[in-house]
């Protein structure tokens, strides 16, 4: 079943502004990681935060992690038309040993030029 | 960095046919493989994961007899969809585990449409 929820599902905003995703898990993790993916194409590895790291940042993305909210989120400042594309949180779980990724819902962002 | 590629990027089909996608790591091996599938506008959903030599695991409600599996080397595991409906039309992901550093890897994606 599909642990994470993310929000919004949908978020439009302007070139130039900040755009922030927030994801929810279930169960403890290893590391939870974000992707993005545009339309119709493969998955892009944005970046992976480990459970003992709070924040992370890798250029213009920022992401935050809460292991007792069970949450992440994934900023994004300065936000450019490039940027639209749909984004994903996943996490591996701690403790089944499972291996695979499970996905949040994942949120469409639109940025407009 | 490691590429995963898939084969075929797109494949249409008609329905009561089968279809093969190849999913290969190209410069690492993979004792482990995972295969997702993701319908439009919605995320990606684990089908089943693929181990070299032995039996893939599929998860609930997937039916391993209509999505055969097979991981005959570290660097190729196959996904057949086989007699395909139209409400298999998918995009199917794969992504191959590194068994060195156990990183995974995605696919590009298959893009499915059974007529």
């Known amino acids: 079943s599909q642990q994470g929820e993310e929000d919004p599902q949908a978020l439009s905003i302007q070139e130039g502004e900040n755009a922030t995703m927030n994801c929810s898990y279930k169960t403890s993790i290893n590391n939870l990681q974000w992707y993005r993916q545009n339309s119709g194409r493969g998955l892009v590895h944005l970046i992976l935060?480990?459970?003992?790291?709070r924040e992370k940042h890798s250029g213009r993305l920022r992401v935050t992690l809460d292991t007792s909210k069970k949450s992440s989120s994934l900023l994004i400042t300065a936000s450019r038309a490039a940027d639209t594309a749909s984004y994903f949180c996943a996490t591996v779980g701690k403790a089944t040993g499972r291996r695979a990724l499970t996905f949040g819902s994942g949120t469409r962002l639109q940025v407009q030029p | 960095g490691a590429v995963v590629s898939q084969h075929p990027s797109r494949v249409i089909c008609k329905s009561g046919t089968s279809v093969k996608i190849e999913c290969r790591s190209l410069?690492?091996?993979?004792?482990?493989m995972f295969w997702y599938r993701q319908f439009p506008k919605q995320s990606l959903m684990l089908m089943a994961t693929s181990n070299e030599g032995s039996k893939a695991t599929y998860e609930q409600g997937v039916e391993k007899d209509k999505f055969l599996i097979n991981h005959a080397s570290l660097t190729l595991s196959t996904l057949t969809v086989t007699s395909a409906h139209p409400e298999d039309s998918s995009f199917y992901i794969c992504?191959?585990?590194?068994?060195?550093?156990?990183?995974?890897?995605f696919g590009p994606g298959t893009r499915l449409t059974v007529t």
């Open positions: 935060i480990r459970s003992n790291e």
């Open positions: 992504s191959a585990r590194d068994s060195n550093s156990y990183e995974q890897y």
């Open positions: 410069d690492f091996q993979a004792t482990t």
